[in-house]
């Protein structure tokens, strides 16, 4: 199912269209005073309560769509329109639901408004997020084909032209066609004109017109070409969407045409065409679409007039399109015969040209790199790698490799031994300058963590020193290791810096092992914290939330001014991380809160606005929320009884000592997919994701519950075969209860977290009470 919600100052419009179709069918009005008034009296009381406040957003019209096939009686249609306006907040306000059946898709249209009866206006943010999060919930109970994750990409339904109509109700059927195709076509592209327009929405049989009157103020009509040559009356722009008038339109084609990144992306496509037409002796002008795409990523449309090939259109990944000519002269096909003009040559690749020598160098580069990074054993650095090997070490990565394909499928199968030959001679030059390369950026890395160390040391970061060794902590959350007065890579000798600290001695006890990932967060980290990272360089992560657990023997030694400054950052990059994992759970502002409190987080009111705390950070640590999201949060009714519900959840999950970063880490895992270590946690380990119930369950219908019954048959013993099905009754345990098969197939399995739930709060799950 499909939901589109557009807001907008007027009712009327929306009402008539609504209406206006022919069989149209009133399921029923929510919040009326009687279900027989009609819908002419209906619009009168939706238009007064709109008005009793000037916003401009005061009334919505939603939308929701079924797929094509699937069936719905009036009666669930009506039910879940209801469920939907509920969850959405709409639940009070007088609306209308109407059912239309001028489509081969069922939908229904919902028109409300958001002002309610005192004049005060329902908060609508994040109702995108809310609106998925309800359609999803809706899907499931009511068994309908879920909607796409992704944008679409497939070509617009063309098929889905409007049957051929004569007489006063011609337009009716053409409107919601245009609308869908014109929509869609500003919302894919980045139209900069009329024309662009006019050419983009031809292949769907619709036509534009446009009129400047004297004061300049342009005009739009469109006309759709409905079938055997008949064509509609055209119809104003205003009248199919109040956007695709020709004054709106105009706003956004300045916009585009004006904007500083246009000549940036013109210029980058020239180049990458250009490189195009180096590479290749002959083009034959049907194979460019696939050549563009495999070569360079581009997607190119031929221009065809009665199977005459006129030139070509490129729809950039900018979301500009660009004709050939528009681009450059010299790039059109009729000027450039001397690729495009050999008839019937098949495409073949220039073996003498600059640019293959260039791709042959290229390929051998990647296949090198990617034999290190694929290697099973890979030990040293990527230099080390390379002196080391020969090109008969990296014949698989070539024939892997898409590149190497790509060229050997252009080049003439005369020359094929030639180009084979010549990725062999080429080898030797590539690892000398690959390796001298790679060496220098080796030297710049080690040299900016030696810096980086002085820095932090300077600042006193963290409470380490010689004394005991204890700066080897500090050296090996760095990647780094000190030996005989330098200071060189963790997993290889060949660089060094010359650091005079004398016989530093070993504290007790060391990490046995520390991810190159959350190395590289370490380092962005104590960049920030020493003011050393730049705007421009990489983002901090939510794994940036997790180094304390990773590097506890460091962290535990943090200065208390830093450590909170450490916190402030670390919550902030894990708030943004959360909140897109939360969206589609998301249902309203309390759900927000829920998921939050269900992972150890919880809010409170601040000077600056909502700010949020944990119980994985110290009670001085917190993030203050955007305003748009403390308006979110702020439209709760009795906010600050919400607020004060927080604490038997946050309470309960700290005395059951789960405020450890495991558990969160545990949850992360989950949230990632990464269900097999997750499994892992939970029995071998009894590490319990702190995870909301809803999301809890969702993953154990999606394969965690499989990966546990999995790991469970693999062991061999008894006694572990009971560890791992105690991890799975304890998920089931979380999510208040299991079905009688579960039951059964765990039953005898009890474990402490189960034991002291039960006997505490026996009724309490990981939400909120509601």
């Known amino acids: 199912m499909i939901a589109k919600i557009i807001y907008g100052q007027t009712c009327t419009g929306t009402l008539n269209y609504v ?11 929510g919040n009326t005073f009687s279900q027989s008034i009609s819908p ?17 957003n005061r009334y919505a019209h939603i939308c929701l769509n079924l797929p094509h096939g699937e069936h719905l009686d009036d009666r669930t249609f009506y039910k879940i329109s209801e469920e939907y306006m509920e969850n959405m907040g709409f639940g009070h306000q007088p609306y209308i639901v109407v059912r239309h059946k001028d489509t081969k898709h069922e939908h229904v249209h919902i028109v409300t408004t958001i002002v309610k009866e005192d004049g005060k206006v329902l908060p609508i943010y994040n109702s995108h997020r809310r609106s998925m999060a309800t359609r999803q919930q809706l899907e499931k109970k009511y068994c309908l084909t879920p909607a796409p994750t992704m944008r679409r990409k497939e070509q617009l339904p063309i098929h889905r032209l409007p049957k051929l109509k004569v007489g006063a109700d011609a337009n009716q059927g053409t409107r919601y066609y245009l609308r869908d195709v014109l929509n869609t076509i500003n919302q894919r592209y980045k139209v900069c004109s009329f024309e662009e327009l006019a050419r983009l929405v031809k292949p769907y049989h619709i036509e534009v017109k446009t ?11 469109y006309g759709l070409d409905n079938q055997k040559g008949y064509r509609t009356s055209f119809i104003n722009g205003s009248e199919v969407h109040r956007n695709l008038s020709g004054p709106k339109l105009q706003k956004v084609f300045d916009i585009h045409s004006k ?5 940036i992306h013109r210029k980058r496509l020239l180049k990458q065409i250009g490189t195009t037409y180096d590479l290749f002796q002959t083009i034959h002008p049907y194979d460019l679409e696939e050549v563009a795409k495999e070569y360079q990523n581009i997607d190119i449309k031929l221009d065809k007039n009665e199977n005459l090939i006129e030139g070509y259109t490129v729809y950039d990944k900018s979301m500009y399109v660009f004709r050939a000519r528009e681009l450059s002269q010299k790039i059109r096909m009729q000027n450039r015969l001397d690729i495009f003009g050999n008839g019937n040559e098949p495409t073949q690749i220039d073996t003498e040209s600059k640019q293959f020598k260039l791709e042959v160098q290229k390929t051998i580069r990647e296949a090198l790199t990617t034999s290190y990074l694929q290697s099973p054993k890979r030990g040293g650095l990527l230099s080390e790698h390379i002196a080391t090997r020969n090109f008969g070490d990296i014949v698989p990565n070539l024939n892997t490799s898409e590149k190497f394909r790509f060229l050997e499928s252009y080049v003439p199968e005369t020359k094929k031994g030639k180009f084979r030959k010549s990725l062999h001679d080429t080898f030797t030059l590539v690892r000398a300058r690959l390796y001298e390369l790679e060496t220098k950026k080796e030297k710049a890395a080690l040299q900016n963590k030696f810096n980086l160390i002085g820095k932090v040391l300077k600042n006193k970061i963290f409470n380490v020193g010689t004394e005991q060794g204890s700066v080897r902590l500090l050296f090996q959350a760095l990647g780094v290791k000190y030996h ?10 060949k660089h060094a810096v010359p650091v005079k600290l004398g016989k530093l001695s070993f504290p007790k006890e060391m990490e046995n092992y520390v991810s190159s990932g959350f190395v590289r967060q370490n380092h962005l980290m104590l960049e920030m914290l020493s003011e050393q990272s730049s ?40 708030i943004k991380h959360a909140e ?9 502002a309390k759900d927000y809160i829920a998921l939050f409190n269900a992972k150890g987080f919880y809010f409170v009111k601040g000077e600056e606005g909502l700010r949020v705390k944990s119980i994985y950070t110290g009670n001085e640590s917190s993030h203050t929320l955007s305003r748009r999201t403390s308006l979110y949060l702020s439209s709760i009714p009795n906010l600050t009884e919400t607020l004060k519900e927080q604490q038997p959840v946050i309470n309960n999950l700290v005395e059951d000592r789960r405020n450890r970063l495991e558990n969160l880490w545990s949850g992360h895992l989950i949230e990632r997919g990464v269900y097999d270590k997750v499994a892992f946690m939970l029995t071998a380990e009894k590490v319990y994701p702190n995870l909301h119930r809803e999301m809890v369950q969702h993953h154990m219908d999606n394969g965690l519950r499989q990966s546990i019954i999995i790991a469970s048959e693999r062991q061999s013993s008894i006694q572990q075969n009971q560890v ?43 939400g909120l009470p509601w």
Do not use: C, W
Not at 19 to 29: A, I, P, S
Not at 484 to 493: C, K
């Open 19 to 29: 209406l206006g179709k022919e069989g149209v069918q009133v399921l029923g009005y």
């Open 259 to 263: 904007s500083k990144l246009l000549p």
């Open 580 to 588: 897109r994992r939360h969206a589609p759970f998301e249902k309203s």
């Open 40 to 56: 002419k009296f209906f619009g009168s009381v939706l238009y007064f309560q709109g008005q009793r406040n000037a916003t401009k």
């Open 484 to 493: 005989n007065d330098r200071l060189s890579f963790t997993n290889s000798n």
């Open 211 to 221: 009129r400047e009157n004297k004061s300049g103020r342009i005009g739009v009509k």
């Open 724 to 766: 791992l099905r105690k991890g799975a009754y304890a998920i089931s345990s979380i999510l208040g209860g299991s079905s009688t098969n579960t039951e059964e197939m765990y039953n005898g399995f009890k474990d402490e977290f189960t034991d002291f739930a039960k006997n505490k709060r026996k009724s309490r799950g990981m």
């Open 535 to 574: 705007e421009r360089g990489p983002k901090l992560t939510a794994a940036g939330m997790f180094l304390p657990m990773i590097f506890p023997k460091l962290y535990k030694r943090m200065n208390p001014e830093y450590k909170t400054r450490y916190e402030n950052l670390a919550l902030s990059a894990y």
